[in-house]
Every structure is written in C-alpha cells, then in structure tokens.
C-alpha cells in the first residue's frame, strides 16, 4: 500500500475508536426516563451520572496530555480504551448507585485520554496538510456514535424494553469494540513512525509552562470550554427528558428529534473542515457558529418555534466549532506542547461539564421541572445562552487578535508553525 494512504487507514482506525465511546457517552439521555420511573432517580442523580464521568479530568486531563506527549499517542489510545470498556460495563451492572457513578468516573477517565490522544494521533499523521478535513472526518464519526445512542430508542426497542440495564450493556459491549481498533493502531503506528510528525524530545514539565501559551489559544480555550460545557448536558443528558415533558413527545420520537443535530453534523463537519482547510477564516468561522448558540437558548425559553428551528441552528454551529477548533489550537503551539494543549483544554472543560451538568439538574430540582411544570426548565435553558453568548464574546476578542497577527494568524489559508506557536506573546 502506498505510504500516503496509510494516515487514511489511521484515521479510520481512530474514527472508529471514538465511535463506540461516544455511544457510550451518550447513553445516558435515552434511559433517563427509565431510570427516573424504575429506580426513582431525581434530574440531579441524572445530572450526576455526566458529572462524575468529567470529575476526574478536572485534575488528570492535563496529567494525561503530558503523559501522551511522553508515551506516544498509540500507547495512550490502547490503555485508555481498556479503561473505557471496564468503566462501561461496571456502569452496565449499576447497582448500586455508587458503582454506577463509578463506572461512569472511570469511564470519563479512560475517555478523555482516549479523545486527546486520537486528536493528538490525527495531527502527527496528518501534519503535511488536511489536518481540518481529517479532524472533520474523525468527528463525523464521532456524531455517528451519538446519533446512534439518540436512533438506539426506536432501532433497539425491545431492548429499552427490557429495562434500563439491556441499553447499558449494549453501550459496553460497543466501547468494547475501540480496543481491537486501538490495537491496530497501535501496531501500524510502532511498524511505520517515519509517516507522522516527530516533535523534539518533551522539556521536563514544570508549571510555568502553561502560562507561555498566547493570548489567542486563551481566546480558544474559553470558547472550547463553553461551547462543550452548554452543548453537551443539554444534548447528552437533558434534552430528550426536556422533549419528552415539554414538546410532549414519547422516547422513541425524542430520541429521534435530539439524533438530528448529530446527524446534520455527520455531513456537515467534513464540510467545514474543508472549507477552513481551503480558505482559512478559522476565526471567523467560529464566530459565526459561536453566534447562534444563545440564539438557540432564547428560542427554546421564550418561543412556541418548532424544534426544527433550534435543531438547525445548533446543528449549524455543532458541525463548525469542532471542525474548525481543534486543528486551530493545534496551530497556536509547538509540535511537542500539543498534547499538553489539549490536556489543559480538557481539564478546564472537564470541570465546566461537571458544573453544568450539576447545576442543570438542579435548576431543574429546585424549579420542579416535569411534565406538569414545563415551565420548570426554562432557568436551566436561560444559564446555557448566558453562556453561549460568554462563548461568543470570546470568539470576537479571539478574531480581534488574530486578524492583527501578521499574515492574519489563523484567519489566513496556511499559518507557519513559526508564525503560529513562536511570535505570538
């Protein structure tokens, strides 16, 4: 096989990886009803259950963006998706509610690794060029996994018939399947390292380092950070409840209307990707997707609009930021600070997943939020535009910068990796 085909094969391999996971992430949302009405759960146990998988990477992402940039991308992806599977299944068994929530912890462990460690992989492999596309393409898979687990109410019925565990297994046993994926990466990436980026020998850490990044990557890093904090506790854990006591929908069609915002992105993520790929304007771009996140709030809270409306805009703005983002960020360092790049990227919004997650549910507790008091859940929806439009004062300062920088910073079609990591303070 050709040499240049093989950064393809490894971004099957990792999109593939992260597919099972992201299944797995959001299963949740599906059996909320579930385990509300058979074991009782109130919306802050619910809360809890999306909360504690981002506790532990409140301190250990960055620990574990570290450690990739010593161990190699490979080896962290293989170990993190063994993680991954025994938190799975521990979660699966469920009872108590303590190894529950301690299943889910070490799987958001495991999962976060996993997820910066394939970003990581992707960037080495495809560090000549294409980086956005193949990023774009590695999320389209990604939203396949979580359309999956939004479709899984009405493809697996009998399943969720069963009870909540059935789904739950069912999420294991995929997350089960990055492993066999994992290792073949593993073993491509140890046979053919002359393929990817090799960047110098990592420094000895020390905490200095984290304040030698541009006011740019703070910029992005807020947005990231926001953006995943408002995104995901309403998608992955509130929405379909929200769907169900609000719009009056049964599971099956909530499922169904929270899956089209993933689907949308499963084509268009590749778009944008070669869009920022081809004509640069990354901060630009995420501007305009960051713009329609508190838009989509304010609809949801005040308006009788029909779900299509919001479902459009957010998936609008779901297929930009992650398209655009990541390889955005990946151009504001050096090659070898990468992983500890995205490791502090990850902590920080590992500790506002778990706070949205938390305060989300609470809202939801302390508003009586339920199917007789709809209007319960309209103070969760107004602290997510509150901080969507944070997210999106962010994203102007960050365009304010870059278009000062010379030769526009990230604005332009191709950024030096000079230009980009080493004149920027």
Do not use: D, K, N, W
């Given at each position: 096989m050709p040499d240049k085909h093989i950064k393809w094969i490894m971004l099957a391999l990792a999109a593939f990886t992260i597919m099972g996971s992201y299944y797995t992430y959001d299963s949740i949302a599906p059996?909320?009803?579930?385990?509300?009405d058979e074991?009782?759960?109130?919306?802050s146990q619910i809360g809890m259950l999306n909360a504690v998988f981002n506790l532990p990477n409140i301190a250990l992402a960055l620990i574990g963006g570290i450690l990739i940039d010593r161990i190699g991308a490979a080896k962290a992806i293989l170990i993190a998706t063994i993680i991954c599977t025994i938190g799975a299944s521990l979660t699966a068994v469920g009872e108590p509610f303590g190894l529950m929530l301690f299943g889910r912890l070490l799987f958001g462990l495991g999962n976060e690794t996993l997820y910066i460690a394939l970003l990581v992989g992707i960037a080495q492999w495809f560090h000549l060029g294409g980086g956005a596309l193949a990023i774009a393409l590695f999320f389209s898979m990604a939203r396949v996994g979580s359309y999956s687990a939004d479709k899984s109410t009405s493809w697996f019925a009998d399943v969720y018939a069963a009870g909540w565990q059935a789904p739950l297994w069912l999420a294991a046993a995929l997350t089960a399947t990055g492993v066999f994926t994992a290792l073949i990466y593993y073993l491509v990436d140890r046979k053919l390292p002359h393929l990817r980026a090799v960047g110098q020998k990592p420094?000895?850490?020390m905490l200095k380092q984290l304040t030698g990044f541009s006011r740019s990557f703070w910029y992005i890093l807020w947005l990231n950070v926001l953006f995943a904090s408002?995104?995901?506790?309403?998608?992955?854990?509130?929405?379909i409840q929200y769907f169900m006591d609000v719009k009056d929908m049964n599971l099956a069609d909530a499922g169904t209307a929270n899956s089209y915002v993933f689907a949308a992105?499963?084509?268009a993520t590749p778009v944008f990707g070669l869009i920022a790929d081809?004509?640069?304007?990354?901060?630009?771009?995420?501007?305009f997707a960051a713009a329609l996140m508190p838009l989509t709030f304010f609809i949801l809270a005040t308006t009788d609009y029909g779900l299509w409306v919001t479902t459009l805009l957010m998936g609008i703005s779901f297929s930009v930021i992650p398209a655009v983002i990541w390889p955005s960020t990946a151009m504001l360092v050096e090659k070898h600070r990468v992983g500890t790049a995205f490791g502090l990227i990850n902590m920080i919004q590992s500790l506002g997943l778990a706070a949205a997650n938390f305060c989300a549910g609470y809202l939801n507790d302390v508003n009586q939020a339920g199917p007789e008091n709809p209007q319960g859940y309209d103070a969760m929806l107004l602290m997510f535009?509150?901080?969507s439009l944070i997210a999106f004062l962010s994203t102007l300062l960050l365009i304010i910068r870059e278009r000062r920088q010379p030769g526009r910073g990230i604005e332009a079609r191709f950024i030096g990796q000079s230009d980009a990591a080493m004149q920027r303070h």
């Open positions: 059996v909320a009803g579930l385990l509300r074991r009782g759960f109130s919306q420094e000895r850490f408002v995104f995901f506790p309403f998608r992955s854990t509130f929405s992105a499963i084509f081809r004509i640069g304007r990354r901060a630009s771009l995420l501007g535009a509150g901080m």
